[in-house]
Structures are given as structure tokens and as C-alpha cells.
């Protein structure tokens, strides 16, 4: 079980918590400088790396907030609270 | 190669089994092959298998960073089934189910199949919706689904006692896959790698892929290995849950996240249960084996990873969903426990693909992958020899992203 840390309320079990999925880059305001390769890598392609992924959390069970955390999908370890 | 028969059997045990031959060579690595498959797992293996047999390409070799057949097809759950809902998923699901049950006698290895039918417990109309959708589409694609009531449900499953009307979610009926089927998991791999040996194909264990190599026009040159550069004008990948390390050593970004899928095993019971059942709403789903463990999988750890483990909030939740409707298994033992890292598309169905780079090809996104793994060797060795697409596959190919033309699957994962 992780213990994810909450701006607000601190570490608390991964069991209080949604998973929402990898932190992705903003949408872009203005759609139109963006080519077709780079609108359909925005929309379809996330990051995958063995290693540190920055991801969302929703402390759906606590305070309500969302959380972003950098995580090691190998280790499971938490390097990183980015905070929201 | 050496046949398999009651006759070889008898005729070994007159010389205590010690002139068995090798099931496959274990030959010195050259530094070129007309085709690279990487991954000795089930896809790879049946991928080699099929470009010898049906193509007559047998200059080829399976490179396996650890060892043959100790990936994922080592460590599924093995439902055989294809209850999909895509109209492009049923076909390529029927056929694999279709290619399994004649496999055990093309291989000359037994691979223990045994057709027992899925059965889905239904605790939600949105659920009981979806399914029946698949059902429509599943009939005009020679699939089949029925619905069942909750009386004969519980018939076909003595121990489902849970899910009565006074409970959390009440089972409001079921429906059936009889085309589903379970098999022996390791044998599906050394049948194929045993098969491909005898064809030509090398194959290379503890040989690890650690850069895919490209030519100056762009093309596929070969691979970086742990034990040298090896050359190759045709490289495919099959490494399940780590495709995007590999094809980002040539700057290929593609639609996929990895996570871990697991599952355990109880100690084993007299014969309990005779279908494979699926919890959908709850998000368990159990068969027994034929030594009478249950085999019990869950929903995946929800965020993405590469562990092999079992993360111990996902294990209680399984078994708590579990016990729901099994109350009668809390006094099972639980054995052994594992987990597999598997990788899903952005839509949730296969990839089995041309890249944009020349004479590299790519299989991946297998969630429930073990099931296709006769009709996906089959189709990429089509591919890899054709350079054009098995019309099974046709729908499965990259370009639907570049047209954001998915193929959105719901019939990939069992639980949840
Ligand atoms: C717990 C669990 C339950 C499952 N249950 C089912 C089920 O009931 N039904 C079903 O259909 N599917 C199921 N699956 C999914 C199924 O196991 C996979 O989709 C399928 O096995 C993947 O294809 P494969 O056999 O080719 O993969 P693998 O056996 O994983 O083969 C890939 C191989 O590539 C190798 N490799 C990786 N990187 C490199 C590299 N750089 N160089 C060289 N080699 C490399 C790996 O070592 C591995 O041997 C389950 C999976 C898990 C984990
Ligand atoms: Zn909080």
C-alpha cells in the first residue's frame, strides 16, 4: 500500500485515494499551430517509463483534493509531492 | 525432432529416460539473420513458429533477455476465450480459440486444453447491458453468449451462495461463454519453441535487447545485445509490458502504459468448480485447476508499474470481492501469489503493426494476451513475411491513431 502524501491532510493510505491516471501536459489553448503527428501524440501517447512518472491522485475518501505525486513504477517509491 | 507417443514413452523407460532428446538446441549466436523476434515469450515463440511453417523463413532468431517462457506466459491465469464486442476483436479471438483447439496435436505436445465455459455473475444493469451488446455482435461472428437466469447460475455454480437479494450488490443473473477454455500455460510455450527449433529457428536465452539499431536511410539495422550487435533487415518486437523501452531507443513514442496484472492460488480442494468464473462488478474472477487449487485473479494495481509482485491492498481487495459471493472460502488456504507487468493500448485493443520505420514490426498491448497467441503469431508472421497485414489484423495496425480511429474494446479485461 502506498502512503501518498496530501498537501492538506498528509500521508495517508493509498486505500483513501482514486487513481487518475498519468499527469499529462496541458491542453493547448490554440489548436491550430499544432501539426497532426504532434495533436495525435498530445491525445493517445503517455508517458511509460521504468522509472519516475508523474501521476494523479484524488483523495476521493479524505479531503477531495487532487494530488500530483512523481512515483518509480519499479520501486513504488514516492520522490516527489508536486503538490496541486 | 524427436515425436512425442505412447510409443517413444515405453520405448524410453527401457533405457530409464536417459536418451530423451533435447526439446531444442541451444546453438552459438551469429551476428546476422534474415528476422529477429524479439521476446521468447508465447507471441514470440508462435511469431517464429508460423514464419517457418507457413513461410518457409527459418533464418531466424528468438532473442529472450532471461529465460524461455518466463514472462507473462508463465504467469497468466489462461482463459481461452472470445467474448469480445468489436466487430473488428471477434475474428481474431474466434480463430485463436479455433487455432488452440487443434494445437496439442500440430505441436506433438500436450498441452492439457480443456473447453469449460466462462461463466459472467451479473450485479449491475449497466454491466448486464454491455454484455448483452456483446452477445449481438458475438452471434454474427460465430461467438456465443447466453443469458442466463439466477436460478440455473447458481446451478451450474453450487458454491456461488453469495449475492442473495438482502446484499450489497444482489446478482441479477449471468451469461455463459461455452467456447472458453483453459490450457497448460508453460506448454503453449515450449510446444511453439520446441516446433520452431525443429524448423531452423535459434533460439537465444539470456540474451537482452538493450537498443533497437537503424541504417542511415532510416530502416531496421538490428539490435544491440548484452552479447554483441546482431544484424537483421527484419526485427520484430514481441517483449509484452516493455515495448515502449525498446522502441524509444529508436525514437518510436507509442500508445501504451504498462501496469501490473496478479494473481494466487489456493491450496488445493476435491473438484468444486467446473467453469471459469468471472465477477465483472466486484472484480474477481476464479477457475480450478486440474490439481484443484483455485486460481484466483483481481483487478490490476491501479497505477502504471513495472513489479511482477502483488501489492497487498490489491491482493485483500480480490479476496474481499471474492468472499463476497464465495463466503464459504474463507477457509481456503492461499498458496502462492504473483504478478506480471502487461501493457494496454490507448483503446484497449492490440497492436500488431508496421512502423514507420522499414522492416521493424511491433506486437503489443496484450492485456488478456495469452489467448491470442496462436492467431497473433500467426498474423504477425504474415505480416513480417508479407510486409502487408493478415486482414485479421488489419484493424490493429498504428495508422488508427494517426486517424484517431480507435477500436474502443471493452471485452480486453475480465475484472472491472
Ligand atoms: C496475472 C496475470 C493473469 C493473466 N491472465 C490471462 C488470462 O487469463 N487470459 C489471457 O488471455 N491472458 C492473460 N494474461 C495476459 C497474458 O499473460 C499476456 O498478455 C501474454 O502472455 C503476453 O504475451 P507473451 O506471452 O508474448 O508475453 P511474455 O511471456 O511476457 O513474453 C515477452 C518476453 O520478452 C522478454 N523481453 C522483454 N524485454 C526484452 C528485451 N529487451 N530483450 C529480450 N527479451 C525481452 C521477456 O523476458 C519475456 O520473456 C494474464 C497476465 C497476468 C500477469
Ligand atoms: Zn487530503
Known amino acids: 500500500m502506498l502512503h501518498i502524501p496530501c498537501p492538506f491532510c498528509g500521508p495517508r493510505d493509498e486505500s483513501e485515494f482514486a487513481h487518475g491516471g498519468p499527469a499529462r501536459q496541458q491542453r493547448p489553448d490554440d489548436l491550430s499551430p499544432l501539426d497532426d503527428a504532434a495533436w495525435v501524440d498530445h491525445l493517445t501517447v503517455p508517458p511509460n517509463p521504468v522509472g519516475p512518472v508523474r501521476e494523479k491522485w484524488w483523495h476521493v475518501r479524505g479531503c477531495g483534493q487532487w494530488v500530483t505525486i512523481e512515483r518509480d513504477t519499479l520501486t513504488h517509491d514516492i520522490l516527489e509531492e508536486t503538490g496541486e | 525432432m524427436q515425436r512425442y507417443s505412447l510409443f517413444s514413452l515405453a520405448r524410453n523407460a527401457l533405457s530409464d529416460h536417459q536418451n530423451w532428446q533435447q526439446a531444442w538446441r541451444s546453438p552459438p549466436l551469429r551476428d546476422t539473420y534474415d528476422v529477429l523476434v524479439i521476446g521468447a515469450g508465447g507471441h514470440g515463440l508462435a511469431t517464429a513458429y508460423y514464419l ?10 528468438v532473442l529472450e533477455k532471461g529465460w524461455l517462457g518466463g514472462g507473462n506466459v508463465a504467469r497468466n491465469t489462461v482463459t481461452i476465450r472470445s467474448n469480445y464486442l468489436r466487430d473488428e476483436s471477434i475474428p481474431f479471438f474466434v480463430k485463436s480459440v479455433s487455432l488452440f483447439e487443434g494445437l496439442t496435436k500440430e505441436l506433438n505436445y500436450n498441452l492439457m486444453y480443456s473447453r469449460r465455459s466462462m461463466v459472467d455473475v451479473v450485479q449491475t444493469w449497466g454491466r448486464l447491458r454491455e454484455l448483452k451488446r456483446r452477445m449481438l455482435n458475438m452471434d454474427i461472428h460465430g461467438s456465443t453468449y447466453e443469458q442466463l437466469d439466477v436460478e440455473e447460475l447458481r446451478r451450474r455454480i453450487p458454491a456461488l ?161 471474492m468472499l463476497e459471493l464465495f463466503p464459504a472460502f474463507r477457509r481456503l488456504k492461499l498458496m502462492r501469489q504473483w504478478g506480471g507487468a502487461l501493457e494496454i493500448a490507448h483503446d484497449g485493443s492490440p497492436i500488431v503493426s508496421r512502423t514507420d520505420i522499414p522492416g521493424l514490426f511491433v506486437s503489443a498491448g496484450w492485456w488478456g494476451g495469452f489467448k491470442a497467441i496462436p492467431a497473433g503469431g500467426y498474423t504477425l508472421a504474415h505480416l513480417v513475411a508479407n510486409n502487408q497485414p493478415h486482414k485479421l489484423i488489419e484493424a490493429f495496425s498504428l495508422d488508427r491513431f494517426r486517424h484517431l480511429d480507435f477500436v474502443l474494446e471493452s471485452g480486453t479485461t475480465t475484472a472491472r
Open chain 2, 161 to 321: 451462495t453469495g449475492g442473495g437479494p438482502e446484499s450489497r450488490l444482489p446478482i441479477l443473473g449471468g451469461m455463459v461463454h461455452p467456447d472458453a477454455a483453459v490450457c497448460r500455460h508453460d506448454a503453449v510455450a515450449w510446444g511453439y519453441a520446441r516446433g520452431a527449433d525443429a524448423r531452423g529457428v535459434e533460439l537465444h536465452q539470456k540474451t537482452e535487447v538493450k537498443a533497437l539499431l537503424r541504417n542511415v536511410d532510416g530502416s531496421i539495422a538490428g539490435v544491440e545485445t548484452n552479447r554483441g550487435t546482431v544484424r537483421a533487415g527484419k526485427v520484430a518486437v514481441a517483449v509484452s509490458g516493455h515495448t515502449t523501452s525498446l522502441t524509444e531507443t529508436v525514437g518510436l513514442r507509442l500508445p501504451l502504459k504498462s501496469f501490473n496484472l496478479a494473481a494466487f492460488v489456493s491450496e488445493p480442494v476435491k473438484p468444486l468448480i467446473d467453469v471459469i468464473v468471472n465477477c465483472p462488478d466486484i472484480g474477481v474472477y476464479l477457475s480450478q485447476s486440474d490439481k484443484g487449487e483455485l486460481v484466483i485473479g483481481g483487478a490490476p494495481d491501479p497505477g502504471q508499474s513495472f513489479r511482477r509482485d502483488i501489492k497487498q491492498n490489491v491482493f485483500e481487495n480480490a479476496v474481499s470481492a
Open chain 2, 52 to 61: 517457418a511453417k507457413n513461410h518457409g523463413i527459418t533464418n531466424v532468431a
